[in-house]
């Protein structure tokens, strides 16, 4: 859908993973709401909005955006909730500048790993009638899709645990602390299998995050004299049938279908455009299907972008959910990643020379929904 009104990210901030007993939820969130408009140099008074991306069985806490608004300035201005995914929160808070009714959104969403099982929150959250009886979390329905893809392309059982450490490389050097050993592909294979073909090795363990973004419309943007912007030039989000049996797992046909209406936003003929490109994956099985929908690679070139440090788009410089797997708000926290890549935010493993930038966020089972954000140094496509 063009967007009929400019808008661009203009300050975050990101928090993963995050290991403390010694701050509330409701601190973090006031801290990370802060810390995304000191990036953005601007006070909650200039805030005309708030989305928050969380999810009342995740958080283990009924009506989470209540406890939440607080925190993040909500109280007297208007705040919305999205539970389905952090992601959602953002491509809500843009279509709300482009109503025009807002100048400003500040979206925040975050995840944590208080729940006693985030897989039976997983199954409760899964179709009542079918998915839910089996029973089937999150991760079963990665399993059942990496066993797809490996029935129709068996090269993927070799690559997934190079992509893995691929990954795990790019993350050593963004988030040192937080990235962990990068163990080699015969060690990842040796590990035990948790679902059958996924591994344990080729997974992080599910970590508390927290992520925040601040939107602005592009007559903000000139009044307040914000010099490096992230221009979101394309946009598109779909979702696929909720049954299982009902969806060919060894392609992601929402995911083709958000990247159509993003490069058609953005005037993007192909991925080649792109200079950098966030991919949300939580199994290298998942990475190498979006490398088909995307464009980035067919099934007989994986093997040469697995074995590339470096390829065109240069991918996941953050190193991934393969690296740091925030719960919930991972979506969010990719395009968070490509946005300041674009800003020249990205810190240690900021890219040089970054005009475009490709963010992919997924969620729910094998999946599920898809989004695709283009971002851009200057305006274009169809704002």
Request: hydrophobic share 45%; glycine share 8%.
């Amino acid at each position: 859908m063009p967007l009929n009104r400019p808008t661009a990210v203009i300050g975050s901030a990101i928090m993963v993973p995050i290991h403390t007993d010694r701050q509330s939820l409701e601190e973090i969130l006031y801290e990370v709401a802060q810390a995304a408009l000191k990036s953005a140099g601007i006070p909650i008074e200039d805030i005309d909005g708030i989305i928050v991306g969380s999810n009342d069985q995740v958080d283990g806490r009924a009506i989470s955006i209540m406890a939440a608004s607080g925190s993040v300035g909500g109280v007297d201005r208007d705040i919305l909730s999205t539970p389905s995914a952090g992601e959602h929160a953002f491509v809500m808070g843009v279509l709300r500048i482009a109503s025009a009714h807002f100048e400003t959104q500040l979206i925040v969403s975050w995840g944590v790993t208080e729940a006693s099982s985030l897989s039976e929150v997983e199954r409760l959250a899964a179709d009542p009638y079918f998915h839910r009886k089996l029973p089937l979390d999150d991760l079963s329905s990665f399993a059942l899709q990496a066993n797809a893809l490996i029935a129709a392309q068996p090269q993927a059982q070799t690559l997934a645990a190079q992509l893995v450490q691929q990954n795990r490389r790019r993350g050593s050097l963004a988030y040192p602390e937080a990235t962990g050993p990068i163990e080699t592909p015969a060690e990842i294979d040796a590990s035990k299998a948790v679902r059958w073909p996924v591994r344990e090795a080729m997974l992080r363990a599910p970590t508390m995050g927290a992520v925040a973004l601040v939107l602005a419309s592009e007559e903000f943007v000139t009044k307040a004299g914000i010099t490096n912007p992230a221009w979101i030039r394309g946009m598109g989000w779909a979702t696929e049938a909720a049954f299982l049996g009902d969806r060919d797992l060894t392609a992601a046909t929402a995911l083709q279908e958000a990247a159509r209406q993003a490069f058609a936003d953005a005037g993007v003929a192909t991925i080649s455009e792109i200079d950098v490109a966030e991919i949300s994956a939580a199994t290298p099985f998942q990475e190498l299907i979006a490398y088909q929908a995307l464009g980035i690679a067919e099934p007989a070139q994986w093997a040469d972008v697995v074995s590339k440090e470096h390829v065109h788009p240069t991918l996941n410089l953050s190193g991934g959910v393969a690296s740091i797997n925030p719960v919930f708000c991972g979506g969010l926290v990719r395009i968070a990643e490509a946005a300041n890549q674009v800003m020249g935010t990205a810190g240690k493993h900021q890219a040089a020379k970054v005009d475009t930038a490709l963010a992919h966020a997924a969620s729910g089972p094998a999946m599920m929904y898809q989004t695709v954000v283009v971002f851009g140094s200057k305006l274009g496509g169809t704002q």
